[in-house]
Nanobody, 129 residues
Framework: QLQLVESGGGLVQPGGSLTLSCAAS????????VGWFRQAPGKEREGVAC????????YYSDSVSGRFTISGDSAKNTVYLQMNTLKPEDTAVYFC??????????????????????WGQGTQVTVSS
């Protein structure tokens, strides 16, 4: 069964940190671009960070650039999102998605377009005091 499973969400105070994990099973992430997307209540889904090991590139949205870091571990077939200096406006359900590398022009394309062959079920991140 081909699937992505996110974990690591939770409640954190403003200024705190969290690390989300996106573990793939049934396929190898090395051949895919992987992105982290988030959706807050009443808002459109936003691509916040995307990575492609094949293209050797990453992309961050303006809203998270400098605070979030996306990275991958091929041995664990997992992509991570390290989130620092969290703000209340980062509160959302965070999803990871994987799209075959040959189907995207750039990782920015993936993040902005919101495309993905496979999607996880999402993990809730709440930033509140």
């Amino acid at each position: 069964q081909l699937q992505l499973v996110e974990s690591g969400g939770g409640l954190v105070q403003p200024g705190g940190s969290l690390t989300l994990s996106c573990a793939a099973s049934g396929f190898t992430l090395d051949y895919y671009a992987v992105g982290w997307f988030r959706q807050a209540p009443g808002k459109e889904r936003e691509g916040v960070a995307c990575i492609s090991s094949r293209q050797g590139s990453t992309y961050y949205s303006d809203s998270v650039s400098g605070r979030f870091t996306i990275s991958g571990d091929s041995a664990k077939n997992t992509v991570y999102l390290q989130m620092n200096t969290l703000k209340p406006e980062d509160t959302a359900v965070y999803f990871c998605a994987a799209h075959w590398t040959g189907g995207i022009r750039t990782v920015q394309h993936m993040c902005v377009s919101g495309i993905g062959d496979y999607w996880g079920q999402g993990t809730q991140v709440t930033v509140s005091s």
